[in-house]
């Protein structure tokens, strides 16, 4: 391709490549004052801040949970095995202490009692006729009326005939004692929560027939542990939560036996003044506290932040020198390490080397990082103190 004017061709070429030099240079200072005034202009991250202060222990709280029982309970039968004649009580009845509940049949008994009384007349009779025989012997001795052989066989006669009446009479007695075993009796007062046999069953030695259980004098039963444990003095008077209601108890024995799996110590209550209807079978709970002496801060639990092998820590803010600053930033986050020596239900006690006063993040710690610029949220602050 031949050129006609090369002059004019070298002309438009410099004129082209110092307008493209121009805009390239007015596009990139464009782009340079646009980051500058978006950096000037952006908005600083706001951050939600809470005032700690220096305290000199917290409370350890425990809650243990147990179970309202019966003083006592038992499974009655005879002490004698029998064919069940009656049973006076039914389930839900309320009995008092001595009153009959069931009876055996005691025809057999009763026959061989009968049997028996005869055989105690006879041997009054044969004892008595001994006697007067033997007065005899004794009024004709001297005169030679009886001999001595005789005198001492009316002796031994009126003891033989002692002896049996004895014999009879302790046989009457044996018989009474097995008749009163056909006999139950309400050994206390309590309600009737079971019965396990009826009227013609033949009952063996101790089979259960009713199960009592006493009502009137309740006993709380509540396993403890922890570092409270060694705090609770027989004696002393606890609070106990039963169905949001609060009854006092007085704490009666510690159970010298820890058990293996829960490795609780048993803790017996007794309730004073029980409501009406505290029944066994209820669930309790205790609260127990003991103030731990200790300096710390209580901080909220979302505050903490989680570092490398399981370290924690949280943020603090820092104020910036108004001179170093020319974007809305008021404060810089700086981190600082925690030790955590007990935890509520919201917030935790740490160790740490904040000063008093000293203003922690609270809440978005996620999406700051120690040296950045922030601004704190407007609003009254608040300190935060324990709560359970």
Do not use: C
């Not at 570092?227 to 169905?243: S, V």
Request: glycine share 8%.
């Amino acid at each position: 391709m031949s050129v006609k004017h090369p002059r004019l061709l070298i002309t438009v070429l410099l004129t082209a490549t110092v307008l493209l030099g121009a805009a390239a240079a007015n596009l990139q200072g464009g782009s340079v004052k646009s980051v500058q005034s978006t950096s000037a202009s952006a908005v600083v991250l706001p951050v939600e801040t809470r005032v700690v202060s220096l305290q000199q222990g917290y409370d350890l709280e425990r809650r243990f949970s147990g179970q309202v029982q019966a003083r006592r309970q038992t499974e009655l039968g005879f002490e004698r095995g029998g064919r069940l004649s009656q049973v006076m009580i039914d389930e839900g009845d309320h009995v008092v202490a001595g009153q009959l509940l069931a009876e055996l049949d005691t025809q057999r008994l009763k026959a061989q009692r009968a049997e028996l009384n005869a055989a105690r007349a006879e041997a009054e009779a044969r004892l008595a006729l001994a006697k007067i025989t033997l007065q005899r012997f004794q009024g004709v001795i001297d005169k030679g009326g009886v001999s001595r052989q005789g005198l001492d066989e009316a002796r031994e006669t009126e003891r033989a005939a002692r002896a049996a009446l004895s014999l009879a009479v302790q046989r009457i007695a044996t018989v009474e004692v097995e008749l009163n075993k056909t006999r139950l009796t309400a050994p206390f007062a309590a309600t009737v929560i079971s019965r396990s046999a009826d009227e013609g069953q033949v009952l063996e030695t101790g089979q259960p027939v009713l199960t009592l259980l006493e009502q009137s004098n309740p006993e709380i039963r509540i396993g403890i542990a922890g570092r409270t444990l060694p705090y609770l003095k027989a004696g002393d008077i606890y609070a106990i939560d039963w169905r949001g209601q609060s009854v006092d108890a007085r704490l009666r024995a510690l159970l010298p036996l820890r058990a293996a799996t829960a490795r609780t110590v048993e803790a017996l209550f007794d309730p004073i003044d029980p409501p009406s209807t505290m029944i066994p079978g209820d669930m309790v709970t205790i609260t127990l506290q003991k103030r731990i002496p200790a300096e710390g801060f209580w901080v909220p639990l979302g505050a903490l932040n989680e570092g490398e092998r399981g370290l924690w820590s949280l943020y603090v803010t820092e104020r910036l020198e108004l001179a170093t600053t020319n974007t809305t930033a008021t404060h810089r986050i700086a981190r600082r390490s925690v030790e955590i020596l007990n935890q509520s239900a919201n917030n935790v006690f740490v160790k740490t080397s904040l000063a008093p006063g000293e203003q922690i993040v609270v809440g978005g710690t996620h999406r700051i990082v120690p040296g950045q610029a922030v601004r704190l949220k407007t609003g009254p602050l608040t300190r935060v103190e324990q709560t359970q």
